[in-house]
Every structure is written in structure tokens, then in C-alpha cells.
């Protein structure tokens, strides 16, 4: 099952690209044997600075047909790493072949792509700037690819 991280935004050389890349390395590399992945990053400017409409326009063109759609949002559910393993295994398990993990912007989601969503998460009820997040949800892939492998990497 391929992950598509979608995100407005584009991480430039610095410490929030390499710990995107270093856990998304380790998700490949430990989910592979579980069936998920590849996670492929799909970013995007909105150089125009038309809003929210325009970036979900952007967004929604990364997103593959009969993807699950997954906004990560602060209106969203907040879930615990096992609860979050348990979805990807759900979705694995039903034979999803592509979930679409969407970030939006400075502004949020527009609420026409966050209505399109199958399930909304948040990471708390703090707002955290999208660079963060990307890296948050990097190492929750990688860590919810642990937990379904068994490896100690979560401990609760």
C-alpha cells in the first residue's frame, strides 16, 4: 500500500528535510516486509498566493484515483500511534493500494477537499506549522510500521 504525502509547502535543505527523509527511509525499509510503502512526497507552492481553493486544487491533482484521503487537521481525530498502526493495517488489509495523507497550508485545508477526506487526524489541539507536521507524520508512519512489525522502537 503506497502512502502519498501531499503537502503545500516545500521543505528546503535543513533539519526538517533530513528527519523527513531518515523516517520515511526507515518506514520504507520496515514496512516494506508488511506491505506498505513506498511513502512518496508529493509538495507544492501555491507561488500565486490565491488561498485555500488553490492549494486543494494543487493537492487534489497528487492525490491517485481511489486513494483513501487522510487530512491531517487540527478539527481532526486525535489518535494514539497503536490506534493510527491499526488504521494503516485496516486499510492494508481491505486492499487499498493508495492512501493520500494531505497537509495544507498556512491557512488549513480548504473545506471542500477536508469534506472529500475518509478520516481526519490531529496532532493535538496546538496548530503546528507544516514543516513539523511533515515530520511528525513521517516518524508516525515509521513508528506505526514498528509497532505492526512487533520491534520495540514504541514503547507505551
Known amino acids: 500500500m503506497k502512502i502519498h504525502l501531499c503537502a503545500v509547502g516545500r521543505l528546503r535543505a535543513g533539519p526538517e528535510r533530513a528527519m523527513v527523509a531518515d523516517y520515511l527511509d526507515r518506514f520504507?525499509?520496515?514496512?516494506?516486509?508488511?506491505?506498505?510503502?513506498p511513502a512518496i512526497e508529493h509538495e507544492f507552492d501555491d507561488k500565486t498566493r490565491q488561498?485555500?481553493?488553490?492549494?486543494?486544487?494543487l493537492l487534489a491533482r497528487a492525490i491517485p484515483a481511489g486513494a483513501l484521503i487522510v487530512t491531517l487537521?487540527?478539527?481532526?481525530?486525535?489518535?494514539?500511534?497503536?490506534?493510527?498502526?491499526?488504521?494503516?493495517?485496516?486499510?492494508?488489509?481491505s486492499g487499498r493500494q493508495d492512501v493520500a495523507m494531505v497537509i495544507g497550508g498556512?491557512?488549513?485545508i480548504d473545506p471542500a477537499l477536508r469534506a472529500r477526506a475518509d478520516l481526519s487526524i490531529s496532532f493535538g489541539?496546538?496548530?503546528?506549522?507544516?514543516?513539523l507536521v511533515?515530520?511528525?507524520?513521517?516518524?508516525?508512519?515509521?513508528?506505526?510500521?514498528?509497532?505492526?512489525?512487533?520491534l520495540p522502537y514504541h514503547r507505551s
Do not use: C, N
Open 106 to 108: 498556512a491557512d488549513g
Open 28 to 37: 520504507g525499509k520496515t514496512g516494506r516486509a508488511l506491505g506498505l510503502g
Open 73 to 93: 487537521d487540527e478539527r481532526g481525530r486525535l489518535l494514539s500511534s497503536p490506534e493510527f498502526a491499526a488504521h494503516l493495517a485496516k486499510w492494508r488489509d
Open 125 to 131: 489541539a496546538m496548530v503546528w506549522p507544516h514543516r
Open 134 to 150: 511533515r515530520v511528525m507524520l513521517a516518524e508516525q508512519l515509521y513508528r506505526a510500521a514498528t509497532i505492526l512489525a512487533g
Open 51 to 57: 488561498g485555500m481553493q488553490a492549494e486543494a486544487e
